[in-house]
């Protein structure tokens, strides 16, 4: 039988999932939206008959409904993900997982009391062909030990001004729980996690940035866009990390790792930045670096849509749970803690 979903929050995020949804093999049946004018649009564009401007409605009245998927915004997520579960629904939530670590850890609590499955869209970045290729590297041993990593990836656009002007929300820490770190590092986070199996941080300095030209508008704007970091690992490499919505300087998408043995560089989250992957294996040689021959890039693979619709079925674990997104949080949390804030 094919699973039934509900979607919540019918903004720019649910068109793709609807889309997601349906090549996934399952049936969005059911939006909820604030907005009526919105909540009808949507409704009438994805073929979808039950419509509510009452996400508490919907859930009461979807008893056929095993699935949920938040894409409201990040405030609203532990309320509407909490109540969900509690109805006995599984749930996909879209990242950032919650305004603070605190909340996402509430809501993982709440998926285990209900025994149902709660994980975290931090977009298709886990089973992307990038972390998979990165993981076959550094677990074949080629590198040998990895001592550092250089992680930068800073863009043109920023959310609720350039990109989804609509969406103020982004701006504001009330709403958006921070600004470039949670809105784009849990996609790192989530490569990290991936390759290393979690991240045990022993220290952090951190510097963000706010006010790079920012637009004159009447409206609360107080989250970074700009963020630098460099974390100590009880076990693993130093890492230096730079995160930007934009700056005043061409995008850039590259991490570098610096093995005993050999060094890796390539362009993460190729899909969404639009770049080309481009894998560089190498071995310091006086004359200069030589380049070694890369495995062959991972094949490619399942979505977030489809290994939930897995994890539903007791196949699988989902990529990202409720859990580790928490604790992703737990990280951007003691960086902002720990980070001087500069007003620029
Ligand atoms: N836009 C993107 O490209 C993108 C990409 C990846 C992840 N996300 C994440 O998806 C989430 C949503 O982002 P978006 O860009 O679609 O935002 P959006 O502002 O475009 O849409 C959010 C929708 O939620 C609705 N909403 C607000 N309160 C509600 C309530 N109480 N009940 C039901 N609906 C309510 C709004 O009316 C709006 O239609 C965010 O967590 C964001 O970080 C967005």
Redesign the pocket.
């Known amino acids: 039988m094919r699973h039934r979903v509900a979607l ?7 068109h ?1 999932h609807a889309e997601k949804w349906r090549e996934a093999g399952a049936d969005v049946v059911a939006i ?4 009526p004018r ?2 009808a649009a949507f409704a009438k564009k994805h073929g979808i008959a039950a419509a509510y ?3 508490a409605e919907l859930l009461w009245r979807e008893a056929t409904v095993e699935i949920v998927d ?5 405030w ?2 532990a309320p ?1 993900t909490i109540a969900a579960l509690e109805s006995g629904k599984h749930v996909l939530c ?3 997982m919650a305004l603070n670590a605190t909340e996402a850890e509430s809501m993982a609590g709440a998926a285990e009391a209900a025994g149902k499955v709660l994980a975290c ?1 931090q ?1 298709d970045t886990r089973l992307a062909r990038e972390t998979r290729t990165l993981r076959e590297v550094v677990h074949s041993g080629v590198l040998g030990e990895i001592y550092f990593m250089r992680l930068i990836a800073r863009s043109l656009s920023r ?1 609720g001004i350039e ?2 002007p ?2 103020r ?2 701006l504001d820490r009330t709403k ?1 729980g921070g600004g470039v770190l ?2 784009w590092g849990v996609y790192d986070l989530e490569i990290l996690f991936s390759v290393f199996g979690g991240l045990q941080v022993e220290t952090i300095t951190a510097t963000t940035f706010g006010s790079v030209e920012r637009p004159k508008r009447d409206i609360p704007f107080d989250v970074e866009e700009h963020a630098v970091a460099t974390l100590t690992l009880r076990d693993g490499p130093m890492i230096f990390w730079e995160r930007g919505w934009a700056t005043h300087l061409p995008p850039e998408n590259r991490w570098d790792l610096y093995g005993t043995r050999a060094g890796f560089s390539f362009s993460p989250h190729s899909a969404v930045l639009k770049t080309e992957m481009n894998p560089r294996l190498t071995r310091y040689g006086h004359a200069g670096p030589i380049s070694l021959e890369m495995p062959p890039l991972a094949p490619p693979g399942l979505d977030v849509f489809e290994d939930f619709l897995l994890a539903v079925e007791g196949v699988r674990a989902p990529a990202c749970s409720g859990q580790e997104a928490a604790t992703m949080l737990r990280i951007i949390d003691d960086i902002y803690a720990a980070a001087t804030h500069i007003s620029v």
Do not use: Q, S
């Open positions: 919540v929050g019918a903004g720019m995020i649910a793709h909820a939206d604030v907005e919105v909540l401007t009452d996400y938040v894409c409201a915004p990040p609203l997520h509407m879209e990242k950032p869209r977009g959310p990109y989804n609509e969406a929300w982004f958006a949670y809105d």
